[in-house]
């Protein structure tokens, strides 16, 4: 599968986004999908996840109750909705795609990542 993420932006603090990924191939709904970041100095983190059905989610608990991990299979897109943003979210963010379990940190397919900056 081929991720190609999109939607960052530079926004304000208590702002919004949305992040889309299009997924190409017709395999996408057998995936569990995740979010990631990494900031400038930073090593990449976890963000949000979503099991291949749309049923589960996971979020680091720096993003709990401000960000929303969703997906719409028949078009082939994940999405990130990101609200009420703070500059400490100021990132590279990155889809990618979990061939394994909702459980696993295993994800072999990357996207090449769309720039989200909050001003403060």
């Known amino acids: 599968v081929q991720l190609q993420a999109s939607g960052g932006g530079l926004v304000q603090t208590g702002g919004s986004l949305r992040l889309s990924c299009a997924a190409s191939g017709r395999t996408f709904s057998s995936y569990n999908m995740g979010w990631f970041r990494q900031a400038p100095g930073k090593e990449r983190e976890f963000v949000a996840s979503?099991?291949?059905?749309?049923?589960?989610?996971n979020y680091a608990d720096s993003v709990k109750g401000r960000f929303t991990a969703s997906r719409v299979n028949a078009n082939n897109t994940l999405y990130l909705q990101m609200n009420s943003l703070k500059p400490e979210d100021t990132a590279v963010y990155y889809c990618?795609?979990?061939?394994?379990?909702?459980?696993?940190?295993?994800?072999?397919?990357w996207g090449q990542g769309t720039q989200v900056t909050v001003s403060s």
């Open positions: 990618a795609a979990n061939p394994t379990s909702f459980d696993s940190d295993r994800y072999d397919y």
């Open positions: 979503v099991s291949w059905g749309g049923t589960r989610r």
